[in-house]
T-cell receptor, first 113, second 116 residues
């Protein structure tokens, strides 16, 4: 039974399109995150939510909009996709704050062509 | 300033060798947490260990061991008798503070290749 699940696992789309990535966790955690991993494997936080409330927004372009309908779900919607958005996006959850170990989803590889 | 430094970028060893992955961190907080994650070729991120700033006791888990030294701001990871399955990217991460803004800041990762 997957703890943090993201869909889709792969996403190939054209520039200018709008796309969403969904994330669900069944761990009962209060906090969920989106991280971006670039082509050099560098991992950086984008957003965090605690009990559906936005806590961290790390200077991410407005084209990225997270939505948390409940504390078990954190979706990421991206408008007007650009080539530079190509990356692997990881959803994670933790029982926090403070940050305890974060459990990560399997990642969504987004390729913008 | 980089908060988590993993100076080694790539390490290649032969199976059964011991290997140490270095991690140096920087923080002004007295309460913080340190983590190691493994990212195998399949791409998922696997949690390995968490240490809080008040617990400097070293830890051993099978072939894995961790050496936490506040005096040098280091949290190094040693794999004993490495195996091919240990080939992965290893990330050290830091979480500062005890409030709602706590988040994981990752180092750039170390790519470990274990050759048979």
């Amino acid at each position: 039974d997957t703890a943090v699940s993201q869909t889709p696992k792969y996403l190939v789309t054209q520039m200018g399109n709008d796309k969403s990535i969904k994330c669900e966790q069944n761990l009962g955690h209060d906090t969920m995150y989106w991280y971006k991993q670039d082509s050099k494997k560098f991992l950086k936080i984008m957003f965090s939510y605690n009990n559906k409330e936005l806590i961290i927004n790390e200077t991410v372009p407005n084209r990225f909009s997270p939505k948390s309908p409940d504390k078990a779900h954190l979706n990421l919607h991206i408008n007007s996709l650009e080539l530079g958005d190509s990356a692997v996006y990881f959803c994670a959850s933790s029982q926090g704050p403070p940050a305890t170990e974060a459990f990560f989803g399997q990642g969504t590889r987004l390729t913008v062509v | 300033a980089q908060k988590v430094t993993q100076a080694q970028t790539e390490i290649s060893v032969v199976e059964k060798e011991d290997v140490t992955l270095d991690c140096v961190y920087e923080t002004r907080d007295t309460t913080y947490y340190l983590f190691w994650y493994k990212q195998p070729p399949s791409g998922e991120l696997v949690f390995l260990i968490r240490r809080n700033s008040f617990d400097e006791q070293n830890e051993i888990s099978g072939r894995y061991s961790w050496n936490f030294q506040k005096s040098t701001s280091s949290f190094n990871f040693t794999i004993t008798a490495s195996q091919v399955v240990d080939s992965a990217v290893y990330f050290c991460a830091l979480s500062e503070g005890a409030g709602a803004n706590s988040k994981l800041t990752f180092g750039k990762g170390i790519t470990l290749s274990v050759r048979p």
